[in-house]
């Protein structure tokens, strides 16, 4: 059974269907196994079904697939313990809480429920920044919100309505306790910074979050009860705090007085802040990334070096596009003495865009998630113009439309 292959989930179904009939469903208890896993935290280095036991030596993502798949499963059996009309709760569920600008489903129309219908969403709601950003880092962001999905359908499954309203919430509670939980470091770097960018860009209910929470006493931890999702905002702020070094003073109070007003027991919230890096130690040669003393640098640093091959590659091309743009020259230019206004900015963003679509090996840039990666074109781009650019570097934030 290959996960990458049309028709996997018809042959993996009856694997987790045994494992479920021969157990007593229990969220907490799923939790629990998918931490072990690493799916929580985006990292799929076993699945629930097969553990260690592959039947093939499957990528981190066809693991990812798997795991998704059962814990869809998992909630539906725990609500029915027959599966006739679970293809059809799946299907009207991506239908319900699917915005438009999303594509899970490619021609906005409401699939046929069927197992094919299912691969066909799950294969695009763990790839989605996959085009632009293959195997880096950001797969580690966007599959770590997957089991916001798993949360959502739980809450379908019980509530039916406004399941949309809820992913909302959750989504926009989680971030803003990722901001809250990265204001925390005692030594903040440019890499946070951008991590907090990556994780923005993975969103898929909210498309314009206002970041208005000051303190965590302010997020709306009510409306989420369950101990599951309670574990999982927890669990999602020690993930963003983490890196090589042992973890400060400051991030500690902060997960300890987050899990309090949480209200998780304190062998939760102690295990929440050590068994982070606990993974991540354990399965660092599983995890090719995380062999290094941080992960978003060495993120950063890689795709910074490919973007440079690519502007290099494509130089005598750009630098023509960029003179016949005086407009952008100028602002380019302005930039290096003053900071640029928001409209400008934006004007940068816009015409640097325009000439990427001239030039078909910059593409990468026009792709989901390739707004990321605009402000690296941005930083080498005084290589290629006049010295007079040279003597001061352009550091310009380019801001979402």
Request: glycine letters at 2%; proline letters at 4%; charged letters at 25%.
């Amino acid at each position: 059974m290959n996960p990458s292959s049309p028709g996997w989930i018809i042959k993996h179904q009856s694997v987790i269907k045994k494992l479920l009939h021969s157990t007593e469903p229990n969220s907490d208890v799923l939790y629990s196994q998918l931490l072990q896993t690493g799916f929580i935290y985006g990292v799929s280095v076993t699945t629930l079904s097969y553990g260690a036991n592959e039947p093939l030596r499957w990528t981190e993502i066809e693991r990812a697939k798997l795991n998704f798949f059962d814990c869809l499963y998992y909630i539906y059996f725990k609500y029915n313990r027959e599966d006739t009309h679970f293809y059809s709760a799946v299907v009207n569920f991506y239908s319900q809480i699917n915005p438009k600008e999303y594509h899970y489903f490619t021609s906005f129309k409401k699939p046929k429920p069927s197992a094919s219908s299912l691969e066909k969403i799950i294969q695009e709601r763990i790839q989605t920044n996959e085009p632009v950003l293959q195997k880096n880092f950001s797969n580690l962001i966007t599959n770590a919100l997957l089991f916001l999905d798993v949360i959502a359908f739980d809450y379908f499954l019980n509530e039916g309505e406004n399941s949309i309203a809820f992913a909302q919430d959750l989504e926009a509670t989680l971030m803003n306790t990722i901001w809250l939980a990265l204001m925390q470091k005692e030594e903040k770097e440019h890499y946070d910074k951008l991590l907090l960018k990556l994780f923005e860009k993975s969103l898929r209910y909210t498309r314009n979050l206002m970041r208005e929470v000051q303190c965590i006493e302010d997020l709306p931890l009510t409306h989420f009860p369950k101990l599951t999702q309670r574990r999982y905002l927890l669990d999602l702020a020690a993930l963003a705090i983490w890196d090589d070094a042992k973890q400060d003073y400051t991030e500690y109070l902060f997960l300890e007085n987050f899990g309090k007003l949480l209200e998780l027991p304190t062998e939760t919230i102690n295990t929440s802040s050590t068994y982070i890096h606990e993974f991540i130690v354990k399965n660092r040669k599983k995890i090719s990334y995380l062999n290094y003393s941080n992960p978003v640098k060495h993120f950063y640093n890689q795709t910074s070096q490919t973007v440079k091959i690519l502007i290099l590659r494509n130089k005598k091309r750009l630098l023509q596009e960029l003179l016949e743009s005086k407009d952008l020259v100028l602002l380019l230019s302005q930039s290096t003495v003053r900071d640029l206004s928001k409209a400008e900015k934006k004007r940068v963003k816009s015409q640097l865009l325009n000439i990427c679509k001239s030039i078909p090996s910059l593409a990468i840039f026009m792709l989901p998630g390739g707004g990321i990666l605009l402000p690296l074109l941005v930083k080498f781009i005084p290589e290629l113009l006049p010295s007079a650019f040279n003597e001061n570097r352009i550091d310009l934030d380019i801001e979402e439309t």
